[in-house]
């Protein structure tokens, strides 16, 4: 089952601007990560952040989690057309031994 | 390149046939994971292999079965193929399952059932 739900659902906005998606999750957890995907491609891997970090950084990125409300966002700061994908959350359960449960996706569009 | 290598990209079937979907790493990574892909589902994980020799079922593992041929390769079949296996799949792969590592995804096959 859908362990991470996305919001919102798709967002459009205009080069330059700011995109903030936001992620939230049912139960503890080990990890929490984010993956773009491109139109028609494999997923790629952006950032990690464990339970215990409440922020990271990663060029135009930036990631914050809350454990106590459960809740994860992800920020990509003066964005471009090529930032046009499909984001999504996945989480890791507090044993670190199981594999990647992943929310719906938030579908970005930058436009020019 | 390194990375992860699916074959084929794209596949057609009828009701009924089988196929095995292939997948590669050339990573030297132990832990390997098959997904599929729905619109407005994200992504279901169908099998996983730990490390070389052990498979686990996913969330949705009926109408599949899977196959770690070594550190490799990591293939997944469906014996009779219905119309709800339409979809698009990934392969995945880690160093090794625990936590700490992105995963590294393949291209993906997009299979239609019809």
């Known amino acids: 089952s859908q362990q991470g739900e996305e919001d919102p659902q798709a967002l459009s906005i205009q080069e330059g601007e700011n995109a903030t998606m936001n992620c939230s999750y049912k139960t503890s957890i080990n990890n929490l990560q984010w993956y773009r995907q491109n139109s028609g491609r494999g997923l790629v891997h952006l950032i990690l952040i464990r339970s215990n970090e409440r922020e990271k950084h990663s060029g135009r990125l930036r990631v914050t989690l809350d454990t106590s409300k459960k809740s994860s966002s992800l920020l990509i700061t003066a964005s471009r057309a090529a930032d046009t994908a499909s984001y999504f959350c996945?989480?890791?359960?507090?044993?670190?031994?199981?594999?990647?449960?992943f929310g719906k996706g938030t579908r970005l569009s930058v436009i020019a | 390149n390194a990375g992860v290598t699916q074959t084929p990209k794209f596949q057609v079937l009828k009701t009924g046939q089988s196929m095995t979907l292939q997948c590669a790493q050339d990573m030297n990574h132990n832990s390997m994971y098959w997904y599929r892909q729905d619109p407005g589902m994200g992504l279901r994980l169908i099998y996983y292999?730990?490390?070389?020799?052990?498979?686990d079922k996913g969330e949705v593992p009926n109408g599949y079965n899977v196959s770690r041929l070594n550190k490799r390769e990591f293939s997944l079949r469906l014996e009779s193929a219905a119309p709800s296996q339409t979809s698009v799949y990934f392969c995945a792969s880690i160093p090794q399952i625990s936590a700490g590592y992105g995963y590294t995804f393949g291209s993906g096959t997009r299979l239609t059932v019809v």
């Open positions: 292999s730990a490390s070389e020799g052990t498979t």
């Open positions: 996945a989480t890791v359960a507090p044993s670190g031994n199981t594999p990647l449960v």
